[in-house]
Each structure stands twice: as structure tokens, then as C-alpha cells.
């Protein structure tokens, strides 16, 4: 659900990819350029609420196309002040679904370098939560793993 449904602004208008940019820069210092045109168009429509479908080679930033929505939606709940017109998701959530384990684990481990509370949803994970008396379905809710 988009908050501040008054916006006049969308994210994919100028203002909203040039903010799109300027956010992935100061977030991820690794990333100086930001994204990649083909990854604004998409990341864009993502943060417009749009469903999008990817599929490209490996190595191409596929990766990019779920973290910066995050990373951008988590700045905006930081400061919220900052971008008063754009459209945002109070508890911004995503969800991967990976083939194997190992690229789950590969996913987190990334996704936690860019500063994005990640986890992967498997058995292994959820038993050892169960025996420390965590309930993973109720952080997820309350916004405690954004990925």
C-alpha cells in the first residue's frame, strides 16, 4: 500500500528518478554511478507500485532491482521529512524467492552488506528460531526484516 496518495508526484517523473539516484549514491558509496538506465526504469516503477518481471544473464544487477526499492523506501521512513513528495511504504517489505539455499544465503549476506535487515525463510532458519522462542512470521510482520 502507497502512503500519501496526495503526492503529485510519482517516481517515475524526473524528480522521483533523480531522487531514486541521488539516495542509492549516498547509501551505497559502492555504487558512485547509481543504477544502470535499464535499473531506474524498473526500481522506479517497483517504488510506483507496478509489478515487473525480470530476467537477464547472471552478473547483469538483477540484485539491484530488489535492494534499492528497500534501500530507498528505508532512507524515506528514516526521514521522511526529506522527500515529503513521493510516495513511500510505511513498513517497506520484499520478498525473493530463491531456487536453491545457497543463493538464498548469497541474497542475505548481500542484501545485509547494503545496510537491509535481510533473512532467508527456510527450515534451518526457522528451527533455530522455534528453539530460541522467536516467532520469524511475527518480526517479518512488524517490519524487522525488510528482505
Known amino acids: 500500500m502507497l502512503s500519501r496518495d496526495r503526492s503529485p508526484l510519482q517516481w517515475q517523473s524526473q524528480v522521483g528518478r533523480d531522487t531514486i539516484q541521488r539516495i542509492i549514491k549516498q547509501q551505497i558509496p559502492l555504487w558512485k554511478d547509481g543504477l544502470y538506465d535499464w535499473q531506474l526504469d524498473l526500481v522506479s516503477r517497483i517504488l510506483d507500485g507496478n509489478d515487473i518481471l525480470v530476467s537477464t544473464a547472471t552478473g547483469d544487477g538483477k540484485s539491484a532491482i530488489f535492494a534499492a526499492p528497500l534501500v530507498i523506501l528505508l532512507e524515506i521512513q528514516q526521514?521522511?521529512?526529506?522527500?515529503?513528495?513521493?510516495?513511500?511504504?510505511?513498513?517497506?517489505?520484499?520478498?525473493?524467492?530463491?531456487?536453491?539455499?545457497?543463493?538464498?544465503?548469497?541474497?542475505?549476506?548481500?542484501?545485509?552488506?547494503?545496510?537491509?535487515?535481510?533473512?532467508a525463510y527456510c527450515s534451518e532458519v526457522l528451527t533455530e528460531a522455534r528453539k530460541a522462542g522467536r516467532r520469524i512470521w511475527k518480526e517479518i510482520a512488524a517490519g524487522e526484516w525488510p528482505l
Open 79 to 119: 526521514r521522511p521529512l526529506n522527500y515529503p513528495n513521493l510516495p513511500y511504504r510505511p513498513l517497506p517489505t520484499g520478498i525473493v524467492i530463491c531456487p536453491t539455499k545457497g543463493l538464498a544465503a548469497n541474497i542475505v549476506f548481500e542484501i545485509n552488506k547494503l545496510g537491509v535487515k535481510a533473512i
